[in-house]
Nanobody, 115 residues
Framework: QVQLVESGGGLVQPGGSLRLSCAAS????????MSWYRQRPGKERELVAA???????NYADSVKGRFTISRDNVKNTVFLQMNSLKPEDTAVYYC?????????WGPGTQVFVSS
């Protein structure tokens, strides 16, 4: 059974950093693209960053140059390093994997950026 568990969220001041982790199990992690999404208050869920099985990356324009996605295929974990955080980055952050027709999400981790 696929399981994704995010961690690393919390309260941070503007300009600060957080590193999110998503621990994956139940599938061959190294074979699949992984992505981070977020849902800001009152907004729809949106793509933040994605990393392919071959470690190619892409980012939403709003986070380019500030966020970095990476993966560790030994630890079956995908990371999101978030720097220069802004109040508008406040959201619940989710990781996602698509395997064929199956889409799996983690429960999310809350990030709150405020002074």
């Amino acid at each position: 059974q696929v399981q994704l568990v995010e961690s690393g969220g919390g309260l941070v001041q503007p300009g600060g950093s957080l590193r999110l982790s998503c621990a994956a199990s139940g599938f061959i992690f190294s074979s699949y693209d992984m992505s981070w999404y977020r849902q800001r208050p009152g907004k729809e869920r949106e793509l933040v960053a994605a990393i392919s099985a071959g470690s190619r990356t892409n980012y939403a324009d709003s986070v380019k140059g500030r966020f970095t996605i990476s993966r560790d295929n030994v630890k079956n974990t995908v990371f999101l390093q978030m720097n220069s955080l802004k109040p508008e980055d406040t959201a619940v952050y989710y990781c996602r994997v698509i395997r064929g027709v199956n889409v799996s999400w983690g429960p999310g981790t809350q990030v709150f950026v405020s002074s």
